[in-house]
């Protein structure tokens, strides 16, 4: 089984704050994304990328930085945390190719800035 | 762009059948994939439409019409643990997922 695993399940920080969210997938995908979801408004995509050292913005990338060193892990930073971050982040993978349709996901870090 | 429009909310039957239906905008179309969010969790996959007609697993079923540009997700007997929010997704060029906002399906017994 595809496993996506992401460091923390809930994260409080403060605002200004740099906030690391890390996520490491064993199945060699290529693919690997990171959304925000906010309630009404689906998921949103942050950033992905489709192989080591690439990055690609997505809907939202204002605040966020991301980092992907190896193929295994996609890190999303929050430079400086505002309360408008607030959010559930989603970190999924997917191989690239015509299955891409089928993405995996972790089970999500709840950010709350105060 | 790409877009997908999904209702927010729908009420069924505990036992009864729920159709969710999903139109689509895109500038290129590579399929239409459903997810399931329970409140909580992380989206897990459902099904996926390539191709015109209905895809079944199970008591879910999905349905897709290109030349509509319309998709619709169909569960059969409903129980209390379809309780959840589902999504429509369509795939572009770049292998991302484009996503609606996602349905609520609330079960009442």
């Known amino acids: 089984d595809v496993k996506v695993t992401q460091s923390s399940r809930y994260l409080v920080k403060r605002t200004g704050e740099k906030v690391f969210l890390e996520c490491v997938q064993d199945m060699d995908h290529e693919n690997m994304f990171w959304y925000r979801q906010d309630p009404g408004l689906g998921l949103r995509l942050i950033y992905f990328s489709y192989d080591v050292k690439m990055k690609e913005k997505g809907d939202i990338p204002e605040g966020y930085s991301v980092s992907r060193e190896k193929k295994e892990r996609f890190s999303l930073i929050l430079e400086s945390a505002s309360t408008n971050q607030t959010s559930m982040y989603l970190c999924?993978?997917?191989?690239?190719?015509?299955?891409?349709?089928?993405?995996?996901f972790g089970p999500g870090t709840r950010l709350t800035v105060t | 762009g790409q877009s997908l429009e999904q209702p927010s909310e729908v009420t069924a039957v505990e036992g009864a059948i729920v159709q969710i239906n999903c139109t689509y905008q895109t500038s290129g179309f590579y399929g239409l994939s459903w997810y399931q969010q329970h409140d909580g969790g992380a989206p897990t996959f459902l099904s996926y439409?390539?191709l015109d007609g209905l895809e079944e697993t199970g008591r879910f079923s999905s349905f897709l019409s290109r030349s509509d540009s319309y998709g619709y997700l169909l569960l059969q007997e409903l129980q209390m643990k379809d309780s959840a929010s589902y999504f429509c997704a369509s795939r572009d060029s770049n292998y991302q997922l484009i996503w609606g906002a996602g349905t609520k399906l609330i079960i009442k017994p």
């Open positions: 439409n390539a």
């Open positions: 999924a993978s997917s191989i690239r190719d015509s299955s891409s349709y089928e993405q995996y």
